[in-house]
């Protein structure tokens, strides 16, 4: 296990855990994905990588509306619409 995964300044570095997992598992797709990392390798997993990258404080999640910072290629905060319907806020009402 990575050492800095085991205690919590990782975790209150983030915000919570939800977060830190969300977070980890955006950057680990968009390094998969050829996205460069933001830390030397030096031999290390893509997990090692990222976990790094946020304890150097190169990504983060943004307190104002919980939106990815850091993240290349267009990480969007943008709620997302639901497939199973229209959002009651675009009703218009008669």
């Known amino acids: 296990m990575i050492d800095a995964l085991k ?6 570095k ?4 939800f977060k830190l997992c969300a ?3 955006r ?4 390094l ?10 030096e031999g290390r997993s893509d997990l090692e990588l990222v976990i790094e990258e946020i304890m150097q ?5 943004e307190a104002r509306e919980g939106s990815m910072s850091g993240l ?6 943008e709620p997302r619409r639901s497939r ?3 959002d009651r806020s675009d009703r218009s009402e008669h």
């Not at 983030?14 to 855990?17: F, H, I, L, P, S």
């Not at 950057?27 to 968009?30: A, P, Y």
């Not at 998969?32 to 390798?41: K, Q, S, W, Y």
């Open 14 to 17: 983030v915000g919570g855990r």
């Open 84 to 86: 199973f319907g229209s």
């Open 23 to 25: 977070l980890i598992q």
């Open 27 to 30: 950057r680990l797709v968009q």
């Open 57 to 61: 404080g190169k990504i983060g999640i």
């Open 7 to 12: 205690g919590e300044e990782i975790v209150n």
């Open 32 to 41: 998969m994905d050829g996205a460069r990392p933001l830390v030397e390798r």
């Open 72 to 77: 290349p290629s267009g990480m969007s905060s």
